[in-house]
């Protein structure tokens, strides 16, 4: 074998590799699959399967549902039904800030009887992951065997990226042995409240104690000593440990209740 042959066989190899690879990177332009969030690979930006990077965070795609702890009832007169349902969020970094719910009442043979619908929202479970849903079916409690709750259009962020709502307030009438009675809008407190806080849940936990005999003063929007002073008295009497007449976990959950 002659040192031309060999160099000729050399080159010859080499503008075939050459070529070979401007084939490949072809086919991969023209004819191979983008990464894509949805081809069940980590490939392209992710950090995760088809989440992360350049997909939606892995905490959203893999997010649990929320849960109905309890469903409770209560007679509103002969034709309505207050509906309170425990909601816990197992997230630990994601809550949602707007999702749409419906509470179907159901009866003996599982069909529905009415619903009611709306928005609501919850926090992670790291931060206040658990609330009160409260609603008003338009039946009489006693034609509902169960209730469901389910949800959907979930709109998921970290506690920091959405702003708190409105608290949701409905107002409704009851028949009480034959006296009418109107019952207060119901307030759901979902805030940490202490000494310097200040707004309208520190008026209307103000109003709260002061309904049980425990507040004296007229209701304002600052949580001051009176106010710290007559939630100690009500912790006491619920035997919540510690007084501490701070207003948070057990005792926001037992005034919700």
């Known amino acids: 074998m002659t040192r031309r042959f060999v160099k000729q066989l050399l080159y010859g190899a080499g503008f075939l590799l050459f070529f070979s690879a401007i084939g490949l990177g072809l086919y991969g332009l023209l004819f191979k699959a983008p990464a894509t969030c949805f081809d069940n690979k980590q490939n392209g930006t992710e950090t995760g399967i088809d989440c992360g990077g350049g997909c939606a965070p892995c905490g959203i795609k893999y997010a649990k549902d929320i849960i109905a702890d309890s469903i409770d009832k209560y007679p509103v007169g002969s034709s309505k039904t207050v509906v309170v ?10 809550g949602l800030s707007d999702f749409v719910y419906t509470l179907s009442a159901k009866d003996d043979a599982g069909k529905t009887i009415k619903e009611a619908t709306g928005h609501s929202f919850i926090y992670d479970s790291r931060a206040k992951g658990m609330r009160y849903l409260v609603d008003v079916i338009d039946t009489d409690m006693k034609t509902i065997t169960d209730m469901t709750f389910a949800y959907g259009s979930p709109q998921y962020g970290a506690r920091a990226d959405f702003v708190e709502p409105n608290i949701q307030q409905k107002e409704f009438t009851t028949d009480i042995s034959g006296l009418s ?41 600052t949580f001051d000593l009176d106010t710290k002073l007559a939630l100690i008295k009500y912790q006491q009497q619920k035997k919540i440990k510690p007084s501490t007449g701070i207003f948070s976990g057990t005792t926001r959950t037992k005034v919700n209740a």
Do not use: W
Not at 181 to 190: E, G, L, Q, S, W
């Open 85 to 94: 349902a425990h909601l816990t969020n197992p997230n630990e970094d994601y």
């Open 181 to 221: 009675k109107t019952m207060a809008p119901v307030y759901i407190f979902n805030k940490d409240l202490m000494m310097k806080s200040k707004g309208v849940d520190v008026q209307a936990l103000e109003e709260f104690l002061q309904k049980h005999g425990l507040f004296n003063k007229t209701p304002d929007t």
